[in-house]
């Protein structure tokens, strides 16, 4: 069974930088997409920043200028890299890995991302 194991993550200040990453335990086949989604409060999981085969990328209007994803497919597991700069106190919530192949979706487990004002 497949599993996103997330890293990263942490409290900064407003205008700070994070980095969150997540690999697969084994190489997921059949990928098309992965990224990032996140949890602000009780909302809903929303996306934040995808990558699909090919290289395409999409990010949340919110986020876009501010944030970059980086997808690495090498032989034995997937990666996707979230960079994040120039944070603000809105990102702050749990940010989630996601990975699409067919009709499977995988999720990582969380990470907390704090933005103090």
């Known amino acids: 069974q497949v599993q996103l194991v997330e890293s990263g993550g942490g409290a900064v200040q407003t205008g700070g930088s994070l980095r969150l990453s997540c690999r697969s335990t084994?190489?997921?086949?059949?990928?098309?997409?992965m990224g990032w989604y996140r949890r602000i409060g009780g909302d809903e999981r929303e996306p934040v920043a995808l990558?699909?085969?090919?290289?395409?990328?999409?990010?949340a209007r919110s986020v876009q200028g501010r944030f970059n994803v980086v997808r690495t497919d090498a032989q034995s597991e997937n990666t996707v890299d979230l960079q994040m700069d120039n944070l603000k106190p809105e990102d702050t919530g749990v940010y989630y890995c996601?990975?699409?192949?067919?009709?499977?979706?995988?999720w990582g487990q969380g990470t907390q991302v704090t933005v103090s004002s």
């Open positions: 990558q699909t085969n090919g290289g395409a990328t999409s990010y």
């Open positions: 996601y990975a699409v192949a067919g009709l499977s979706i995988y």
């Open positions: 084994e190489k997921i086949y059949g990928l098309n997409t």
